[in-house]
């Protein structure tokens, strides 16, 4: 079929490095010492733990559930007795702690019940939430939770379902084993896609330079019996970014500003399609994941690995050499090293490297921006680097989101062919942390603040309330004198008794009180007014005190009395 | 950087072949002084001494000064110029990457304004003066005498224009002492292979094409309509795209990137602006030549021309 192909701007073509890892075909790595399995493995709420130390679980039973729309179930790996809920260090540059489930297998291995379904027999709703217990998000490596992407917009007609198959990033492979040896459970789960979003097309973007991926997509396709488009695209990083796949597959260009559904068009990965496939139609959550380990290892390969396993015991399997000094998570681009090497696999691990000095010697020191806008050029968002690194490094955050610095999506590029090699994106996630704490404070501030102001209202409310009460009283009081006076006048006119009168007499010295407590209250108040004032003339040396009763001795005689004197009380 | 020192080679080669080897002198005094101010200004700043001597800025600054000075001009003038450029245009605003003028350009505007006198001493050509008078010029050994220089042909032009009653372009062209083929003899070479070296830097991806583009187009195109206007008053383009430090200037000076636009509409603008500045002072300015004051200007405006000129991102682009 011929297909038009679109151009992104900008993109870089750094050495693939794929060769290593795909001359073995994909292995089951065997059941680790022991999984630790984060609850929190998607975007969205973090799934709350729903088992307990001491409770022996099987494969794929819930251990965590979803908290909220947005957030995704997580399931037990293998079956063995939980030793832990606690929390460790997670696969994140940070290397912060998060909410563990930890599990001994216990080397059965023995699943749950799996209840395969007919999606076709059941409404959308109810598909989007069996894959949502299921666990399904994004592998590709954002995580987004894959049952939050499965609705078209209301205004929009959907047009393209976009499956992304690239895996553009150096290293990688595990998508392109994953396509050659599983290709129709991931046309299947695409179906499934497909008939939740009844796009008008469905393209699926491979990179050229996966020959055997797209023969092996093709063949399924045709042996599935649908009408897929499976479409090889230039090799160029990051051919793979689901935003410049969609440009390059459609012309269509997402903003961060808005969803890619307003537009017609929806992405996903091929690995996300796979899972999504088991756990309809074989009734499997997402206990694992394709791993490719590479870098500096004897024997580079895939591995079907159980979410949970440690990073190093994964590692070992592939014989890291001897001066491997540590582990990258993901490609050299976008990837990082992690903090520990013990940390889990996760649903975001797609790829580890083993790190070795020889493999990425460290990098040059940095040296100015010259401005010489090479990466400018290189970005696949048209975004302008160094203003952003300039305003990021000057702390300038505003200006840094003049020039949109969240429609980055950190994929490197602009680092990569830095002449003056300015880790660029280092800056711009500083950038974005710092701009979201600043939001959050403001938030903070601003509810306080509200918080402050309703006190403050309300405090006057309730003054004026009383005021106004008072004010009743007074002028009931005064009513009823005034009343009693002409009762009184009437009275006296009449010649009544002139008991009458002595009411009154008692409103008054109920009131005298009051006004005689309230001048008490003033004269304090004025008196402590006068403490507080400040005096700046304390401490001072005779001499000083000499010049300064000088000056006043001066000012009064040139100045009227009246201004010397004490200021008028305010009306308070 | 090195590259780009690389591209002016075949410029300095005929540049020493036709008006002698003094220009190689110019060209190590001004290296050794950029090196040495340079590494005297990192070291008051405690910034490490190899890793930016080694970039090779200073060295483009510095020939850059070498090539745009008269080649027979005191060894101190160059001396003095090359320090200013580097300690006082690039130090001083926070060295590299952050100057907002072309320190090379300043250096000439400082000089030209400070020395007129010897920097409008360019060698008369066929002047053939051994290695050794040459020399001897430059360190003042030898009086100066003013037999020894002659204007520069786009100088000769100009003040030959504004003395003569009847006298036309192409009366002056006539004259093959000083003019060749279409511009100055012996520099329409020279700026040739600046044209040359400048393509091999386009061709490599070290500059863009817009700048150089959009300066010849800029510089063209108002010489154009001049001549066109009237041929008896203006020169042709060809003669002042090849005279005076017009390809240098295109390809060499106004791509500096530091002092310069970085987007691409933002570049095209400065390079038109340069060119048609750099003609506006040469042939109505009080200066010989108006490459540096053009780009100097240019430089002045270029932060308000890359704001106005962001392109579009990603998504964007159908907004208005
Ligand atoms: S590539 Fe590097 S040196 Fe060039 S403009 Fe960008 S940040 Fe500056
Ligand atoms: S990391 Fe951001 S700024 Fe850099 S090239 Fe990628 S999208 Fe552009």
Not at chain 1, 244 to 270: H, M, W, Y
Not at chain 2, 2 to 19: E, F, N, R, S
Request: aromatic share 8%; charged share 15%.
């Amino acid at each position: 079929m011929l297909f038009n192909l679109f151009k992104f701007n900008g993109g870089v073509k750094p050495p693939t490095n794929k060769a290593q890892s795909l001359t073995l075909p994909i292995a089951q790595a065997p059941l680790p010492s022991r999984l630790v399995v984060p609850l929190h493995q998607s975007i969205g709420g973090t799934p709350k733990p729903v088992v307990q130390a001491g409770e022996r679980v099987l494969k794929g039973q819930l251990i965590g559930e979803a908290d909220g729309w947005i957030s995704s179930a997580v399931h037990a790996p293998t079956s063995g007795m939980v030793v832990e809920v606690g929390m460790h260090m997670q696969p994140h540059p940070s290397g912060l702690d998060a909410l563990c489930v930890v599990i001994e297998p216990d080397g059965h291995d023995e699943w749950i019940a799996r209840e395969p379904l007919d999606y076709r027999t059941l409404p959308p709703e109810a598909v989007r939430e069996h894959l949502q217990r299921a666990g399904v998000v994004g592998l590709g490596g954002a995580v987004f939770p894959t049952h939050g992407k499965l609705t078209a917009s209301k205004t929009v007609p959907m047009q393209e379902l976009v499956i992304n198959g690239a895996e553009c990033e150096p290293f990688i492979t595990c998508d392109d084993l994953l396509m050659r040896e599983r290709a129709e459970d991931v046309v299947r789960g695409i179906g499934i896609f497909r008939d939740l979003l009844q796009p008008q097309k469905v393209l699926i973007g491979i990179e050229d330079n996966k020959p055997e991926a797209i023969a092996a997509m093709q063949a399924a396709v045709a042996a599935v019996g649908e009408d897929f488009a499976v479409i090889a695209v230039p090799t160029r990083y990051p051919a793979g970014g689901a935003k410049q796949l969609i440009r390059v597959l459609t012309s269509k260009e997402v903003p961060a500003s808005k969803r890619s559904t307003d537009l017609g068009v929806q992405c996903f990965n091929v690995a996300t399609a796979y899972t999504a496939w088991r756990a309809i139609a074989h009734g499997e959550p997402v206990i694992s994941r394709l791993v490719t380990v590479t870098g500096n290892v004897d024997t580079p390969r895939n591995y079907e690995v159980l979410i949970g396993t440690p990073m190093d015991e994964l590692l070992a399997l592939a014989g890291p050499q001897a001066d491997t000094d540590g582990i990258v998570m993901g490609g050299p681009m976008m990837g990082f090293l992690v903090p520990d090497t013990t940390v889990p696999v996760v649903k975001a691990t797609n790829c580890l490297i083993a790190h070795s000095p020889k493999l990425f010697p460290p990098k040059a020191p940095e040296m100015p921006c010259i401005r010489c806008g090479s990466c400018a050029q290189a970005c696949p968002h048209e975004l302008q680097p160094f203003e952003m690194y300039w305003h990021a490094r000057s702390k300038n955050f505003g200006k840094t989101q003049e020039f949109h610095i969240f429609d980055c999506i950190e994929c490197g590029c602009c680092s990569f062919v830095c002449p003056s090699r300015i880790p660029l994106v280092q800056y711009f996630r500083f950038a974005k942390s710092e701009i979201w704490a600043r939001e959050r404070e403001k938030k903070a501030a601003d509810t306080a603040k509200d918080r402050f102001e309703f006190k403050q209202f309300r405090e006057e409310r309730e003054k004026a309330e009383k005021a106004e009460k008072l004010a009743k009283a007074a002028a009931a009081q005064a009513a009823k004198k005034a009343a009693e006076a002409a009762a009184a006048a009437a009275a006296e006119a009449g010649g009544a008794d002139t008991g009458t009168s002595a009411p009154a007499s008692t409103v008054d010295s109920e009131i005298d009180p009051k006004k005689a407590a309230i001048a008490a209250a003033m004269a304090r108040a004025k008196a402590q007014r006068e403490a507080a004032q400040p005096k700046n003339t304390e401490a001072l040396t005779p001499e000083q005190q000499k010049e300064v009763a000088e000056i006043e001795a001066r000012r009064q005689a040139g100045q009227p009395a009246t201004a010397a004197s004490e200021p008028p009380a305010s009306g308070a | 950087m090195t590259q780009v020192c690389l591209a002016l080679l075949p410029g300095i080669a005929l540049y020493a072949w036709l008006l002698g080897p003094a220009i190689l002198i110019q060209l190590l005094l001004a290296s050794a002084s950029a090196l040495a101010a340079e590494a005297l200004m990192l070291k008051l700043m405690h910034k490490p001494l190899g890793l930016f001597l080694g970039d090779g800025s200073a060295l483009v600054t510095a020939w850059l000064i070498a090539l745009t000075f008269p080649p027979l001009a005191p060894w101190w003038l160059i001396v003095v110029g090359t320090a200013f450029a580097v300690i006082i245009a690039k130090h001083l605003y926070g060295g590299l990457g952050q100057n907002p003028f072309n320190p090379a350009m300043v250096a000439f505007a400082v000089c030209i304004v400070s020395f007129p006198a010897l920097m409008s001493q360019w060698p008369a050509l066929g002047l053939h003066l051994s290695f050794g008078e040459q020399l001897q010029v430059v360190f003042g050994l030898a009086p100066r005498i003013d037999a020894l220089s002659g204007a520069t042909p786009l100088d000769t032009l100009k003040t030959g224009l504004k003395l003569g009653e009847n006298v036309d372009v192409a009366q002056l062209l006539a004259n093959q002492e000083i003019y060749g083929q279409f511009a100055g003899r012996g520099w329409e070479l020279i700026t040739g292979a600046y044209l040359l070296g400048g393509l091999w830097l386009c061709w490599r991806g070290i500059i863009t094409w817009h700048v150089p583009t959009a300066f010849i187009v800029g510089l063209g195109s108002l010489a154009a309509a001049l001549w066109l206007y009237n041929p008896a008053q203006f020169a042709s383009p060809l003669f002042h795209l090849f005279s005076g430090g017009a390809m240098l200037g295109a390809f060499f000076i106004a791509t500096d990137p530091v002092s310069g636009c970085t987007t691409p509409r933002g570049k095209l603008i400065f390079g038109a602006g340069a060119g048609i500045l750099a003609y506006l002072i040469r042939v109505f300015g009080g200066y010989p030549d108006g490459i540096a004051f053009a780009v100097l200007l240019m430089n002045l405006c270029a932060p308000v021309i890359d704001l106005l000129t962001q392109p579009a991102i990603f998504g964007m682009k159908d907004k208005s």
